[in-house]
């Protein structure tokens, strides 16, 4: 009995649930940056606002060499009046070099100029056409205790 109970577990260590997703699909830079939706980025204050932040604003903010991409999402965190926002990364996996950048016109997809795949930023990044395969690179999103209107981005952890 304890042999054929040995058999049986052998092959399921060796299952997966399927495919993750990795945890970067660019090369890694440190990301940390406050976002400040009542005064600096009032774009973002209202459901489906985004600004691109194609460079650091302060001396204390680190971001990719590429940008980043910062979306409303329309939703609030539960039971409050808090925007819960999103980040990605503005340089395309596909072509996974710095100075190759996706934008947006419309804050809801991303395209890349030179491969011409389109991210869909409605749903973590992921290619909508064309030939890229993996999302934008995402980065968390915290806002600050309380209705202050600040948000921190950082690297995924």
Excluded: H
């Amino acid at each position: 009995m304890k042999f054929l109970f040995i058999l049986f577990l052998i092959p399921l260590s060796f299952a997966s649930c399927g495919d993750e997703e990795p945890l970067y699909t660019i090369p890694a830079a440190e990301i940390n940056f406050k976002v400040d939706i009542r005064l600096r980025d009032k774009e973002l204050s209202g459901a489906y606002g985004y600004k691109i932040f194609p460079k650091v604003l302060l001396a204390s903010d680190r971001l990719s060499p590429s940008g980043i991409i910062v979306r409303n999402t329309g939703m609030f965190y539960e039971n409050t009046d808090i925007w819960i926002l999103e980040a990605f990364d503005r340089c395309c996996p596909y072509e996974d070099d710095w100075s190759v950048t996706v934008s947006t016109a419309d804050g809801l997809t991303a395209r890349c100029p030179k491969c011409k795949t389109v991210y869909d930023i409605t749903y973590g990044g992921r290619p909508k056409e064309g030939v890229g395969k993996q999302r934008l690179q995402p980065y968390n999103v915290y806002a600050q205790q309380g209705n202050t209107g600040i948000y921190f981005v950082s690297n995924p952890k």
